[in-house]
């Protein structure tokens, strides 16, 4: 069994699916009824825009159904006593014999999961192979799992899943984030700008590496603008990748859009220069090459960073920093009017209000035990190069539009 994902040449109807997930089997046919499955969820109805998502799609329907015709398995075969189905066997392989986390196994059952109902209503099977657990949920919105019936707060959740321990939040003080920006300040002034952004508006880590050079701009030719307030920057899939292809709206200092300008007017355009087949590319930051980052290349930037420091720094965590510092200071705000959770969810693009309770339960927590400084100081860490800005920051954010 094969995977590959499609080239330019995959026009149906008009519209080209370049990235689309094929699985081949054995025979040099497509392997049903998987492929059906992913044309359905992907192309057919059209919900899932991101070509990353089909290739998440397409990888966790690769690796079962090779997990399941390597070992002679039957997916549709149900449960028996003492003897593990398709689905169960896999799971147990990718854990004790593949390594992976239970937070990846997860994600991949998901996908599976989804596959199991899809088989169902297209009749290639009678019923499906496990049963389900009542669980307890803070989620309002429907979900994968919104055709089960939910009472009270609990919804049923497949017997396959992992079970996985509550993750800490982990974000960095106000001197980690200082020490840092110092570092990489010194070292790459690309690195040093992806990491500010990260850090001020919360973007998480694709959603920078292709934030597009477009969006960039130079404020002082705006007269609408005021240094006091940040400038409110749609953001769209059509233009950057955007987990769940959700746009969504972010608050960008206006000091970071200055330096951000004078980036992409000297800096940026000279990697830009450097590329040798002169490809152009739409994203902001590129590499000596001129070439987008990869998600191992940053990674391998914050690998080194935390290594130089000495403690734990990762691209992730720049975004919880955001989030955390951002709701303790909506919350301790006498002028905020409008509700803090549901400022910093839009901000951050959460599906829904109870992913964002995370940095509420986490504020809590630490109140008393740990001092967290105010969103402005966090402001003046990234402007103390130049010296802070008297009154370019307040608590409140006052935010005018693009």
Not at 260 to 269: F, I, K, N, T, V
Not at 339 to 363: N, Q
Request: charged share 30%.
């Amino acid at each position: 069994m094969k995977y590959i994902l499609a080239d330019k040449n995959l026009v149906v109807a008009g519209r080209c699916f370049e990235g689309f997930p094929l699985l081949i089997g054995p025979d040099g046919r497509r392997m049903e009824p998987a492929q059906d499955f992913l044309w359905d969820v992907i192309a057919s109805n059209g919900r899932i825009e991101s070509k990353r998502s089909w290739d998440v799609y397409g990888r966790a329907m690769y690796d079962f159904f090779a997990f399941v015709m390597t070992n002679g398995l039957d997916w549709k075969a149900p449960a028996q006593d003492g003897i593990p189905t398709a689905l169960e066997a896999w799971r147990d392989w990718s854990l004790a014999t593949a390594g992976l986390s239970k937070s990846t196994i997860n994600h991949r059952l998901r996908t599976i999961h989804r596959f199991y109902q899809w088989a169902v209503l297209k009749k290639h099977l009678a019923e499906l192979p496990f049963e389900y657990n009542e669980v307890h949920t803070l989620r309002t919105d429907p979900g994968f799992l919104g055709h089960v019936d939910r009472r009270g707060g609990r919804v049923a959740s497949p017997q396959f899943m992992l079970k996985q321990p509550k993750e800490e939040i982990r974000f960095l003080s106000k001197e980690q984030l200082a020490v840092g920006l110092a570092d990489l300040r010194e070292r790459n002034l690309t690195h040093a700008l992806m990491f500010e952004l990260m850090a001020r508006t919360g973007l998480r880590q694709i959603e920078m590496r292709t934030f597009p050079d477009a969006y960039v701009f130079d404020p002082s030719r705006r007269k609408d603008l005021d240094p006091a307030r940040k400038i409110r920057v749609a953001i769209s899939p059509r233009d950057m990748e955007i987990k769940w292809s959700k746009p969504r709206e972010i608050d960008v200092p206006y000091d970071l859009m200055e330096r951000l300008w004078e980036y992409s007017l000297r800096h940026r355009q000279r990697r830009a220069d450097n590329r040798a087949d002169g490809q152009e590319f739409p994203h902001l930051f590129l590499t000596e090459q001129g070439k987008p980052y990869t998600k191992q290349a940053v990674g391998d930037i914050f690998r080194k960073l935390a290594h130089r420091v000495g403690f734990e720094i990762t691209a992730h965590m720049l975004r919880h920093s955001y989030a955390t510092y951002l709701l303790w200071s909506l919350r301790k705000s006498k002028t905020f009017e409008g509700e803090p959770l549901l400022y910093v969810r839009d901000r951050m693009g959460h599906s829904d209000v109870s992913t964002t309770t995370v940095y509420l339960h986490l504020i809590n927590r630490l109140e008393g035990s740990l001092v967290l400084a105010h969103e402005d100081e966090i402001d003046a860490i990234f402007n103390a190069k130049h010296g802070p800005t008297e009154g370019t920051h307040s608590e409140t954010p006052q935010v005018v539009s693009a």
